[in-house]
């Protein structure tokens, strides 16, 4: 997505106003979530404890329930699923484009126009998502919820780090950085992104593991073939990366396995930006692999 932006568009501005606003939307969240089920759990006479409060409970029976107590219910319950829908969509929005963008890269000779890839990949979600309004929907929905982000999430993000922060090197990213808004990143946000981060979500990711524990839906515990498809969906994200890698190997003219390793490590020696500008990326000296 970031391909969108201006050539000087200052991205460590965006970055830092990211997560200032992801996190201080997540203790707005934090509030009203508590308020509301401290609220309903007065109503019901029982103690917070004993309220089913998470997942898609939440969403469809306590808050209904409490938008039920206030003054102009309709109103309120208009804008809150107005709410809920606008941000189901917006998340939509990077995944839809990632997938858009890569099949535009691809196919590009035979379709020129981004709208017939967006019209595509939404319509293929909206054939699958067909499967979570049936009858059994909500305990698909709730094995997909399950697994498709565990532990891929952390695995990606983490791999991520070590690709950018490494294997293109901070300072091949620096020169990127400066070309694009006439500085380079601080100190701390390097040490962050080749240190700090990678650390963190390597915890974050065996913690996950750690922690694992079979899928179910209130008293419904799923049969082991059901946490088999889970699994299934959850290596989906991950197995690409592993086989793709591989293939990039194989295809390199170099003699020597471990010269064919190292090469498909290295990144191109040239970045083009959005408006023609070369920069020619040098070879960092001393630097593992690269």
């Known amino acids: 997505?970031?391909?969108?932006?201006?050539?000087?568009?200052?991205?460590?501005?965006?970055?830092?106003?990211?997560?200032?606003?992801?996190?201080?939307?997540?203790?707005?969240?934090?509030?009203?979530f508590f308020t509301i089920v401290g609220h309903i759990a007065y109503m019901r006479g029982v103690s917070v404890d004993a309220l089913e409060s998470s997942g898609y409970n939440l969403a469809f029976i306590v808050y209904p329930e409490m938008l039920a107590s206030l003054p102009f219910p309709q109103s309120w319950s208009v804008l809150t699923?107005?709410?809920?829908?606008?941000?189901?969509i917006d998340t939509m929005v990077p995944g839809t484009e990632g997938i858009a963008a890569a099949l535009e890269d691809l196919f590009t000779q035979w379709f020129k126009k981004r709208l017939f890839f967006t019209c595509a990949v939404l319509l293929s979600t909206f054939l699958f998502a067909l499967i979570f309004v049936s009858q059994g929907g909500i305990y698909v929905v709730t094995l997909v919820d399950w697994y498709a982000y565990f532990p891929s999430t952390a695995l990606i993000a983490m791999l991520e780090c070590i690709v950018v922060g490494w294997?293109?090197?901070?300072?091949?990213?620096?020169t990127i950085v400066s070309v694009m808004w006439k500085q380079k990143m601080p100190l701390f946000m390097v040490i962050n992104l080749k240190f700090v981060c990678p650390l963190l979500l390597l915890v974050t990711f065996s913690y996950s593991l750690y922690s694992y524990r079979p899928p179910k839906y209130e008293d419904y515990i799923y049969p082991p073939w059901a946490a088999g498809v889970g699994w299934m969906i959850s290596l989906a994200s991950i197995l690409p990366i592993p086989i793709i890698w591989l293939w990039t190997v194989l295809k390199r003219n170099e003699t020597t396995l471990k010269e064919k390793i190292k090469r498909s490590l290295e990144p191109n020696?040239?970045?083009?930006?959005?408006?023609?500008?070369?920069?020619?990326?040098?070879?960092?000296?001393?630097?593992?692999?690269?």
């Not at 997505?1 to 201080?24: F, P, T």
């Not at 709410?83 to 189901?88: A, D």
């Open 167 to 174: 294997f293109y090197g901070t300072e091949r990213l620096q």
């Open 81 to 88: 699923f107005a709410t809920l829908m606008m941000l189901g």
């Open 269 to 290: 020696g040239y970045w083009s930006g959005p408006t023609g500008t070369d920069v020619t990326l040098q070879p960092m000296s001393g630097h593992g692999l690269v």
């Open 1 to 32: 997505m970031s391909g969108r932006n201006r050539m000087d568009n200052n991205c460590l501005k965006n970055a830092v106003m990211l997560c200032l606003v992801d996190s201080l939307s997540a203790v707005i969240t934090g509030f009203a």
